[in-house]
Every structure is written in structure tokens, then in C-alpha cells.
């Protein structure tokens, strides 16, 4: 067979070959150094976490028996409410008592308010003067006369205010040197009896004032399950002697632990005698929500923040109360939540349980830092971590090591093996080991019940972050790799790339825990409500760091991209282990919480790497000719 070969006719162009695929190319990134102790320290975190199971087990067991709270309805502002719209105050209560209200809220009384009863009577000195001239009243004095002799003994008896009685007019009054509506005068007995007789949780506000004695302090409280103190601090905060005996007087009530208004002195009275949550809204903050908002966050704070005692406030409108609580009573059905007296159970976890958990963490934290490619620099960080955990915490051995435990489990993975998508699963698996440790040793009683589990917890979401950086640097002096740093030349888009990640940094440690200074949008609060009504809302920093993590493994972006995806995946380990440093939320809610978002960080990575990969291929073959056009047009 021969060729002929046409010496008029063009050459033949070299036929185009089609653009290979984009491999799932690994990172650059310097693999972990394998130690001669890693087996024995992965069986020491191993050996660890039974105890640390068998205290997660102990807890769960403790919350499921825990789902009880009460709508608890500020009486006076109920009162204020009915007499507006002309109705008798129980006939209103009796209105929301049929929409799941089991329990008010009754202040002390003052003698202010046994004057609006009609049980005494004030008169300024100038007004009595001037009807009783010439009887030697006092004009800068205030006197009482009592329904009842007995009245203005108790109340002259009561307080170190020197009084003294006096006849004007032919009539017995008490003289005040100062105006004393303000001072506090004990329980109303009988409505408190009344509505004990009606089933109704009653909740106790005693107010504090100088005027009474140390020793006559708490003496006359009612019986009743809890004690809700007023303003920020219990009675006797600043006084050793007094808060010893408010301390003595609370007998078996429970403090009410206020979120976002922890008192100062309750601490001593939780340490003594437990304590119960308390969730409340402050009325100018709830008169600005629609009542389904409302009903939504008294949900969610019964459901996943433990408290037992749901402090209601009424709207401007019967209307709008009767809204807010009729969907508040459906949401807690739909939750598990049982309207009625909880019964606070106290959660004690076992001391030697702990103690064994306590060599999780440490053998995490020394493995971490001998896996870094600069082995000296890993465990020097290692050492720095283990002091700031343990120096923030006062050295207390479990505190400080539940730290270690959230800060080391979310960056072992990634320090350990970072080289394809399956690592996102290693780097998973082990901070859902660090969980179980932080929940063993953070869990206790004062953090159950929302006190401070441990200091440092807004480390947990820089201290990994920093660490898997570090474990980035090559295997190489150390001094080299700042040089290399300092002479590489920074282009306007490396410029633009750092300030973006910076900010995003800011923005997640800013929107860190329940309650911060970062506020939501009102798109974003709207869906959060949708969400959390329906389902345990996961955190949006983690569906939007796993599947950044996701793509950097994948190793599909060119450069040092794949590491900085990498260190946006370590936010969202990290954010698996603050999850469940918030100890006052039950353990299987913030179980639900992260495997939501797990398995939607998942799905979205696995999408955005398909996605990415296909846009860059149709980038880089956008506009080339066709392998069949150009065959045709050489024919």
C-alpha cells in the first residue's frame, strides 16, 4: 500500500486532543510525621474514652428526666393588663391558665402596695399640717395610720428606721423621717395561699433594702418552690454576713438563674442548694416581635437550653398574649416539653470517671504536637496550649483539660492526614471523639445549669485554627521558611484573599455563642425561626466551613488555596466541639445539631466540588475548536 502525497494541498494540521480531565490533584502540603508513639497514644484516647462514655451516658439519662418547665406569668403586669381592658384579674388568669400558663410571679410586697390595698394610709407632714394646724406635725415627715394596730407594729417593727407614734387630730398615727412606700414589706400570705390551691407554680421576688435587719432577712418567705431575685445581684452580694443568712433562709427553694443576667452572690447559693433556669424577655425587646417570635424563642429555650421556668410578660393586647401563648403551648408539646412544677434534679457526675477522662485530651494534645512536620515547634505549641488551659482555669484538673479537649481533637485530624476528600471523614470521626471528652470532664453541675463550664471557651475556635497553619510550615529551618515568607513577592489578588479571610475570621469568632455582639439579619432571623420550629437548627458557620473543607482536601484549586479551604474546614471542626461546650444545652440537641449540619456540609461539599471542577474545565476549553470540527475541515 502507498501513499500519494498532494504537493498543491496544505499540510495537515496535528489533530487536536481533547482536554484531559482535572484530577483531584493532592494538596502540596507536608505530610505529619509518623511517631514512634503515635499507636500507644491513639490507645490511650482509646482507653479514655470508656469512662468519658460511660459519663455522656449518665447525662443523657439525667436530661431525658429533666423535659418538664413552666409558663410562669408576671402577676403584676397581668394585674395592670386586666384592669386596663375592665376585667378582674383572675378572670384573665384563668383565660391563659387555659393556654398552658401553670404559674405566676409574686413580688414582695411594699408599703406602697398595701396602701393601693387599703391596708394603710399615708399622708405627707405638709398636708397634715395643714389640716391639723398648730399640732406640732413635722412637714419633711411621712405618717402612717394602719387598718389595723397590729399592721403598723409589724411594720414599725421590721426595720431599723427609728419611728414613733403621735395623736394629731385625735387620731393615732405612725411618724416615718422618711417617705417608706418603698421599703419592703413581706409577702402577700394570702394570695400566695390562693393560688397554691390552684396547682399554680409560684415564683418569689423579694426585694432587698438596708432598712432590715440581717438577722429578720428571708425569715418570712413563703413556702414556695423558687426564689427569682430582683435587679443584678441576690440579696447580700456585698455583705458576707447577710448573703450567709439568705443562704440559711432559702432552705429548700431553688435560685432561679437568670440567662444573660447571672447575679452576683448566686453562685454561693447555687453551690449550696442547686439552682433552676430561668428564660425571660424584657418587655420593650418582646413589644418589638410578633408573638410567634416570641412563642419560637420560648421554645427554643425550653428545648435546647434547659430552662425550666419560662418567664411571661403580657402584650399591650389580650389579643396578641393569647397568640404568643397559645403557639408557645403547641411548640413545647411538639418539643416533649411537660407544663408543670419541674422537679430540678441535680447533675453529679462521678469524680474518678472524670479523672480517668482526663488522659484523652493530655495523650491528644502530646500526639498533636509530635505529628507536626517540625516536631520541635508542635510540641513547644503543645506545651503553650497545655499552660494557657490550665493558667486560664486556675489549674482545676478538669476545666482545664476539657479545654485542651476542644482545642486539640478538631486540629489532630487535619494535622494527622490532609491529602484527599476522605480525610474530612478522619479529621470528623476524631472531633466527635474530642466531644465526648469535653462533655465528660466540662459537665457539672454549675455548667449544666448555664454557669461558666471553663474559661478560654472562645479559644476552641482560634487556638485549632492557629495550630493547623503552624503544622503547614515545611520540613526545613525554620529560618529559611521566614525568609522564603518574607521575600516571596504579594500580588494584589494574595492581598484581596487575606483581607477576605480575615474578615470572615472576625466575623465567626464575633457571631461566636448565644448571645454576642454580631447581629442577624432579619432574612436570616426569619429563617432561623422557620428552621427551629421545625427542627433542630444546625450552626450556619459549620454548613458553610465543611464543604470549604471538603474542597480544599479535594486538592482542585491551584496554589495555597487548598491550604487556606483546609484551615476554613478546622472553623467548622472546631465549631463541632463549641457545640457541645454549651453544657447547659442537652447532649442529644447538640448531638442533632451537628450531625444535621454534618450531613448538609457534606452534601453541599461534594456539590461544590463537582462544581468547581466542572467550571474550571469549561474554562479552560471554552473557545477551543472541536475534535470533530477540526477533522472536517481538513477533509
Given at each position: 500500500m502507498?501513499?500519494?502525497?498532494?504537493?498543491?494541498?496544505a499540510?495537515?494540521?496535528?489533530?487536536?486532543q481533547?482536554?484531559?480531565?482535572?484530577?483531584?490533584?493532592?494538596?502540596?502540603?507536608?505530610?505529619?510525621?509518623?511517631?514512634?508513639?503515635?499507636?500507644?497514644?491513639?490507645?490511650?484516647?482509646?482507653?479514655?474514652?470508656?469512662?468519658?462514655?460511660?459519663?455522656?451516658?449518665?447525662?443523657?439519662?439525667?436530661?431525658?428526666?429533666?423535659?418538664?418547665?413552666?409558663?410562669?406569668?408576671?402577676?403584676?403586669?397581668?394585674?395592670?393588663?386586666?384592669?386596663?381592658?375592665?376585667?378582674?384579674?383572675?378572670?384573665?388568669?384563668?383565660?391563659?391558665?387555659?393556654?398552658?400558663?401553670?404559674?405566676?410571679?409574686?413580688?414582695?410586697?411594699?408599703?406602697?402596695?398595701?396602701?393601693?390595698?387599703?391596708?394603710?394610709?399615708?399622708?405627707?407632714?405638709?398636708?397634715?399640717?395643714?389640716?391639723?394646724?398648730?399640732?406640732?406635725?413635722?412637714?419633711n415627715?411621712?405618717?402612717?395610720?394602719?387598718?389595723?394596730?397590729?399592721?403598723?407594729?409589724?411594720?414599725?417593727?421590721?426595720?431599723t428606721?427609728?419611728?414613733?407614734?403621735?395623736?394629731?387630730?385625735?387620731?393615732?398615727?405612725?411618724?416615718?423621717?422618711?417617705?417608706?412606700?418603698?421599703?419592703?414589706?413581706?409577702?402577700?400570705?394570702?394570695?400566695?395561699?390562693?393560688?397554691?390551691?390552684?396547682?399554680?407554680?409560684?415564683?418569689?421576688?423579694?426585694?432587698?433594702?438596708?432598712?432590715?435587719?440581717?438577722?429578720?432577712?428571708?425569715?418570712?418567705?413563703?413556702d414556695?418552690?423558687?426564689?427569682?431575685?430582683?435587679?443584678?445581684?441576690?440579696?447580700?452580694?456585698?455583705?458576707?454576713?447577710?448573703?450567709?443568712?439568705?443562704?440559711?433562709?432559702?432552705?429548700?427553694r431553688?435560685?432561679?438563674?437568670?440567662?444573660?443576667?447571672?447575679?452576683d452572690?448566686?453562685?454561693?447559693?447555687?453551690?449550696?442548694?442547686?439552682?433552676?433556669?430561668?428564660?425571660a424577655?424584657?418587655?420593650?425587646?418582646?413589644?418589638?416581635?410578633?408573638?410567634?417570635?416570641?412563642?419560637?424563642?420560648?421554645?427554643?429555650?425550653?428545648?435546647?437550653?434547659?430552662?425550666?421556668?419560662?418567664?411571661?410578660?403580657?402584650?399591650?393586647?389580650?389579643?396578641?398574649?393569647?397568640?404568643?401563648?397559645?403557639?408557645?403551648?403547641?411548640l413545647?408539646?411538639?418539643?416533649?416539653?411537660?407544663l408543670?412544677?419541674?422537679?430540678?434534679?441535680?447533675?453529679?457526675?462521678?469524680?474518678?470517671?472524670?479523672?480517668?477522662?482526663?488522659?484523652?485530651?493530655?495523650?491528644?494534645?502530646?500526639?498533636?504536637?509530635?505529628?507536626?512536620?517540625?516536631?520541635?515547634?508542635?510540641?513547644?505549641?503543645?506545651?503553650?496550649?497545655?499552660?494557657?488551659?490550665?493558667?486560664?482555669?486556675?489549674?482545676?484538673?478538669?476545666?482545664?483539660?476539657?479545654?485542651?479537649?476542644?482545642?486539640?481533637?478538631?486540629?489532630?485530624?487535619?494535622?494527622?492526614?490532609?491529602?484527599?476528600?476522605?480525610?474530612?471523614?478522619l479529621?470528623?470521626?476524631?472531633?466527635?471523639?474530642?466531644?465526648?471528652?469535653?462533655?465528660?470532664?466540662?459537665?457539672?453541675?454549675?455548667?449544666?445549669?448555664?454557669?461558666?463550664?471553663?474559661?478560654?471557651?472562645?479559644?476552641?475556635?482560634?487556638?485549632?485554627?492557629?495550630?493547623?497553619?503552624?503544622?503547614?510550615?515545611?520540613?526545613?529551618?525554620?529560618?529559611?521558611?521566614?525568609?522564603?515568607?518574607?521575600?516571596?513577592?504579594?500580588?494584589?489578588?494574595?492581598?484581596?484573599?487575606?483581607?477576605?479571610?480575615?474578615?470572615?475570621?472576625?466575623?465567626?469568632?464575633?457571631?461566636?455563642?448565644?448571645?454576642?455582639?454580631?447581629?442577624?439579619?432579619?432574612?436570616?432571623?426569619?429563617?432561623?425561626?422557620?428552621?427551629?420550629?421545625?427542627?433542630i437548627?444546625?450552626?450556619?458557620?459549620?454548613?458553610?466551613?465543611?464543604?470549604?473543607?471538603?474542597?480544599?482536601?479535594?486538592?482542585?484549586?491551584?496554589?495555597?488555596?487548598?491550604g487556606?479551604?483546609?484551615?476554613?474546614?478546622?472553623?467548622?471542626?472546631?465549631?463541632?466541639?463549641?457545640?457541645?461546650?454549651?453544657?447547659?444545652?442537652?447532649?442529644?440537641?447538640?448531638?442533632?445539631?451537628?450531625?444535621?449540619?454534618?450531613?448538609?456540609?457534606?452534601?453541599?461539599?461534594v456539590?461544590?466540588?463537582?462544581?468547581?471542577?466542572?467550571?474550571?474545565?469549561?474554562w479552560k476549553?471554552?473557545?477551543?475548536?472541536?475534535?470533530?470540527?477540526?477533522?472536517?475541515?481538513?477533509?
Amino acid at each position: 500500500m502507498c501513499f500519494v502525497t498532494d504537493p498543491n494541498r496544505a499540510p495537515l494540521s496535528p489533530i487536536p486532543q481533547p482536554e484531559p480531565r482535572l484530577p483531584a490533584a493532592p494538596t502540596s502540603l507536608p505530610p505529619a510525621t509518623r511517631h514512634p508513639w503515635t499507636p500507644l497514644l491513639l490507645g490511650l484516647i482509646a482507653l479514655s474514652l470508656i469512662p468519658a462514655l460511660l459519663l455522656g451516658f449518665g447525662r443523657v439519662q439525667y436530661e431525658q428526666s429533666q423535659k418538664t418547665a413552666a409558663l410562669v406569668m408576671d402577676y403584676p403586669a397581668l394585674v395592670i393588663q386586666a384592669r386596663r381592658f375592665g376585667l378582674e384579674p383572675q378572670a384573665l388568669l384563668d383565660r391563659y391558665k387555659a393556654l398552658g400558663v401553670n404559674g405566676v410571679a409574686l413580688y414582695e410586697d411594699t408599703i406602697a402596695s398595701l396602701e393601693q390595698r387599703g391596708e394603710l394610709y399615708l399622708k405627707s407632714g405638709a398636708d397634715l399640717a395643714a389640716d391639723f394646724p398648730g399640732q406640732a406635725v413635722k412637714t419633711n415627715a411621712v405618717y402612717m395610720k394602719a387598718a389595723t394596730p397590729a399592721i403598723a407594729e409589724a411594720l414599725r417593727g421590721r426595720y431599723t428606721i427609728p419611728t414613733r407614734e403621735v395623736t394629731i387630730g385625735g387620731q393615732t398615727w405612725v411618724e416615718w423621717p422618711s417617705d417608706p412606700r418603698f421599703l419592703p414589706a413581706g409577702p402577700d400570705t394570702a394570695a400566695v395561699n390562693d393560688f397554691k390551691q390552684q396547682g399554680m407554680v409560684v415564683v418569689y421576688r423579694p426585694y432587698q433594702d438596708d432598712a432590715v435587719p440581717t438577722q429578720k432577712v428571708g425569715t418570712d418567705w413563703p413556702d414556695v418552690p423558687f426564689i427569682a431575685f430582683t435587679g443584678d445581684e441576690v440579696i447580700g452580694a456585698r455583705t458576707p454576713e447577710l448573703l450567709a443568712q439568705v443562704d440559711q433562709a432559702m432552705g429548700s427553694r431553688l435560685p432561679a438563674i437568670i440567662e444573660g443576667n447571672i447575679q452576683d452572690g448566686l453562685d454561693r447559693l447555687v453551690e449550696t442548694h442547686g439552682g433552676v433556669r430561668l428564660f425571660a424577655l424584657a418587655p420593650s425587646y418582646q413589644n418589638k416581635l410578633e408573638p410567634l417570635d416570641v412563642a419560637s424563642k420560648y421554645n427554643l429555650a425550653a428545648r435546647e437550653r434547659g430552662m425550666r421556668l419560662l418567664y411571661l410578660r403580657p402584650y399591650p393586647t389580650i389579643n396578641e398574649t393569647e397568640a404568643m401563648l397559645g403557639r408557645t403551648q403547641q411548640l413545647l408539646k411538639r418539643s416533649g416539653i411537660t407544663l408543670t412544677e419541674p422537679q430540678v434534679g441535680t447533675f453529679n457526675p462521678s469524680p474518678l470517671l472524670r479523672a480517668l477522662s482526663v488522659v484523652g485530651p493530655l495523650a491528644a494534645l502530646l500526639l498533636l504536637g509530635l505529628s507536626f512536620p517540625l516536631s520541635r515547634l508542635g510540641v513547644t505549641l503543645a506545651g503553650v496550649v497545655a499552660l494557657l488551659a490550665f493558667g486560664l482555669n486556675t489549674l482545676h484538673p478538669f476545666e482545664s483539660a476539657a479545654l485542651l479537649a476542644a482545642v486539640a481533637f478538631p486540629a489532630l485530624g487535619l494535622v494527622l492526614r490532609r491529602s484527599k476528600v476522605t480525610d474530612w471523614f478522619l479529621a470528623t470521626g476524631l472531633s466527635l471523639v474530642g466531644v465526648l471528652f469535653v462533655s465528660a470532664l466540662g459537665a457539672s453541675r454549675e455548667s449544666t445549669l448555664g454557669l461558666e463550664p471553663f474559661r478560654g471557651v472562645g479559644l476552641t475556635l482560634l487556638l485549632p485554627l492557629l495550630l493547623v497553619a503552624l503544622s503547614f510550615l515545611p520540613r526545613q529551618d525554620i529560618r529559611k521558611t521566614a525568609a522564603d515568607i518574607y521575600a516571596a513577592p504579594i500580588r494584589l489578588g494574595d492581598v484581596a484573599v487575606m483581607a477576605l479571610g480575615f474578615v470572615l475570621l472576625s466575623l465567626v469568632y464575633e457571631r461566636r455563642g448565644n448571645a454576642t455582639g454580631g447581629s442577624a439579619s432579619d432574612f436570616e432571623a426569619s429563617l432561623r425561626r422557620e428552621v427551629q420550629d421545625s427542627i433542630i437548627r444546625p450552626r450556619f458557620k459549620e454548613i458553610a466551613a465543611h464543604p470549604l473543607g471538603l474542597l480544599g482536601l479535594s486538592g482542585t484549586l491551584p496554589g495555597y488555596f487548598s491550604g487556606l479551604l483546609i484551615l476554613a474546614g478546622v472553623v467548622g471542626q472546631s465549631s463541632i466541639l463549641n457545640t457541645f461546650s454549651h453544657f447547659h444545652t442537652p447532649l442529644l440537641i447538640s448531638a442533632a445539631r451537628v450531625f444535621i449540619g454534618l450531613g448538609l456540609g457534606l452534601l453541599l461539599g461534594v456539590v461544590a466540588i463537582w462544581a468547581l471542577r466542572t467550571g474550571m474545565r469549561l474554562w479552560k476549553t471554552y473557545g477551543s475548536p472541536r475534535l470533530g470540527a477540526g477533522v472536517r475541515g481538513q477533509a
